[in-house]
């Protein structure tokens, strides 16, 4: 088995690199999407959620080179470039050349901001969870440009379209592969 469908490892890489939580749970967010959507494309659900885990490796260490010292440090692991430059590609435009091609690049684009923008519509809701959450409190707090303000609306737009998602489609798939991993991400149920 090559070394990027083995999700232990590539956890604790992820936990290498990064020690703040919420790094490592926003990199577990976007790997529930990115499985998420693999069913829905009928794609490798474990790939696509290890391109997912992996997306923002190099962030936290290396933020002036996002998406470029994490080619280093894929290589120095045995990632093969096909994976690599999936990772890259989420930074296009941004931070690197790579532009996504694939489906599966063309949706971490495109979801890798708008994970960031559901769990912060989480954090406001009293239960502190997006297994309530709703579509339209997505759609409300996306067109109130101050709420969660680092998120780049604009990228997860043209990636819905790129990857030929309505916005509602794309807002309303990312809650539910949320929902896959909430409780691994701290977005479950508060109920003891």
Request: aromatic fraction near 8%; proline fraction near 2%; charged fraction near 25%.
């Amino acid at each position: 088995m090559s070394t990027q469908l083995d999700r232990e490892k590539a956890l604790a890489l992820l936990k290498e690199y990064n020690e703040s939580e919420s790094l490592v749970n926003h990199g577990l967010a976007v790997s529930g999407v990115m499985e998420h959507f693999a069913r829905l494309e009928g794609e490798d659900p474990d790939y696509w959620g290890i391109v997912g885990l992996l997306h923002d490796l190099d962030y936290e260490k290396y933020p002036d080179q996002h998406c470029v010292k994490v080619v280093e440090i894929l290589e120095a692991n045995d990632y093969e470039r096909a994976f690599i430059n999936s990772v890259v590609s989420h930074g296009f435009g941004l931070c690197a050349d790579v532009e996504p091609t694939h489906q599966m690049e063309k949706i971490l684009y495109a979801t890798d901001e708008l994970a960031g923008l559901i769990t912060a519509c989480a954090y406001m809701r009293p239960s502190k969870s997006v297994n309530d959450l709703e579509l339209k409190s997505v759609k409300k707090k996306f067109k109130t440009a101050s709420f969660a303000a680092g998120v780049n609306r604009e990228v997860v737009t043209k990636g819905a379209e790129m990857a030929g998602y309505s916005l509602d489609e794309l807002m309303q798939e990312t809650i539910l592969g949320m929902r896959a991993v909430a409780d691994e991400i701290g977005l479950g149920s508060n109920e003891a």
